[in-house]
């Protein structure tokens, strides 16, 4: 059965050179739900955050990774506060709510599912939480970015195991090259989600931030405290980048119109 996908992105929106399809967590999870369901090619969602959105302004090219993808879900209340700025209704649909909602709710525990990163322990760990029973795991290499046959080999690892579900779990740009790379195999069916870190908080290998600090939009705050030493520089070095980036934009919008 083909699937049709205009009511996935009926409400796009056009952000910092990001098409966003504009879907806030319930409808992402209901989408993806059906899509996964069908007999269907392979698409992916990406979940872009500040750290995706500066990543991409210094390299264009990893935008034809985000133009390819079948959802592309705002992850960030950062963005979402700069959009409504801008006029913007930008929902927010976390990777890691995403994930968990899945899992919580869709994803049988007999059915199989891929998983691309992380470690033995945190497979363990959300195998027991859940009570899987058929996760097929492939652990590709560090140094992703430079290395094409080890993306080459994650993504026909993937596709052969022919799975409703296939969380992409290296980081940016990495997960979203997988899941570029699966969706041209042929053959390959389901749903890549490329969504960081989000199987780490499942398994409880990393903690998630209060509620309270997400409604904030300080998780980013938790996280560079719990990991100082991985993260300083994507949180306060880069990241700050994105309201140069957000003022450069308006400014062309504003001599567009």
């Known amino acids: 059965m083909a699937f049709d996908s205009s009511a996935a992105h009926s409400h796009a929106v056009d952000f910092l050179d990001f098409s966003f399809s504009g ?38 090219a990893r935008h034809v990774l985000y133009d390819g993808a079948w959802l592309t879900l705002n992850d960030s209340r950062v963005l979402q506060s700069l959009a409504a700025r801008a006029g913007l209704a930008l929902p927010l ?4 709510d995403i994930a968990e909602r899945l899992f919580d709710t869709v994803i049988h525990r007999h059915e199989p599912v891929v998983i691309i990163g992380g470690d033995r322990e945190g497979v363990r760990e959300l195998k027991r939480r859940y009570g899987l029973t058929d996760v097929r795991w492939h652990n590709p290499p560090r140094g992703l970015k430079q290395n094409p046959a080890a993306v080459v080999a994650a993504a026909q690892f993937a596709a052969a195991q022919r799975a409703r579900f296939t969380f992409i779990c290296v980081g940016a740009p990495q997960q979203e090259m997988i899941a570029y790379a699966i969706a041209r195999q042929g053959g390959a069916i389901g749903v890549g989600l490329c969504v960081g870190a989000a199987l780490d908080f499942l398994s409880r290998r990393a903690q998630r931030a209060p509620g309270w600090m997400r409604r904030a939009g300080l998780e980013w705050l938790h996280r560079l405290i719990n990991e100082p030493t991985r993260l300083w520089k994507r949180y306060l070095v880069d990241g700050p980048k994105v309201f140069s980036l957000f003022a450069a934009w308006r400014a062309s919008m504003a001599a567009a119109s």
């Open 93 to 96: 649909a976390c990777g890691s």
């Open 23 to 60: 879907l806030d967590l319930d409808a992402a999870v209901d989408a993806i739900s059906v899509r996964a369901s069908l007999d269907a090619p392979f698409a992916y969602v990406a979940t872009p955050n500040v750290d995706h959105v500066v990543g991409a302004h210094a390299d264009p």
